[in-house]
C-alpha cells in the first residue's frame, strides 16, 4: 500500500522559511517523478513544483521560482520543499504527488498518489 507522508508546516510570518519533507513508502520510488501541489480556501489545487526521477529536472510554477527549491533524496525515499521568502499568498494546504510518467505535467490527474497534506499559514 503507498503512503505519502507530508511534515513540515506551520505558520510564519511573511518573509520567513519552511521546509517540507514528504516521506514515501510502498512504491519503488526512484521510479516516480514526484510534485508539490497546494490549495488555498476557496481554490483550486494548483502546481507548484515537480522534481524527475533522478534529479536531473525540476520544474517550478512562476509563482515560486526563485523563492522555493524542491529536492529528493532516494536513500530515504524523500522529497523535500525549502520555501523562502514566504508571503501570505502561500498560504495553503501542500500535498506531495507521485508519478510514475517520465513526462513533465503540471495536471493533477497525471499524479497516481497523493498524500494528506501539510499545512501552511503566511502572516502579514
Known amino acids: 500500500q503507498v503512503q505519502l507522508v507530508e511534515s513540515g508546516g506551520g505558520l510564519v510570518q511573511a518573509g520567513g522559511s519552511l521546509r517540507l519533507s514528504c516521506a514515501a513508502s510502498g512504491l519503488t520510488f526512484s521510479t516516480y517523478a514526484m510534485g508539490w501541489f497546494r490549495q488555498a480556501p476557496e481554490k483550486e489545487r494548483e502546481f507548484v513544483a515537480r522534481?524527475?526521477?533522478?534529479?536531473?529536472?525540476?520544474y517550478y510554477a512562476d509563482s515560486v521560482k526563485g523563492r522555493f527549491t524542491i529536492s529528493r533524496d532516494n536513500a530515504k525515499n524523500t522529497i523535500y520543499l525549502q520555501m523562502n521568502s514566504l508571503k501570505p499568498g502561500d498560504t495553503a494546504l501542500y500535498y506531495c504527488?507521485?508519478?510514475?510518467?517520465?513526462?513533465?505535467?503540471?495536471?493533477?490527474?497525471?499524479?497516481?498518489?497523493w498524500g494528506q497534506g501539510t499545512q501552511v499559514t503566511v502572516s502579514s
Open positions: 504527488a507521485a508519478d510514475r510518467t517520465p513526462w513533465f505535467s503540471t495536471s493533477e490527474a497525471e499524479y497516481d498518489y
Open positions: 522534481i524527475s526521477r533522478g534529479a536531473g529536472s525540476r
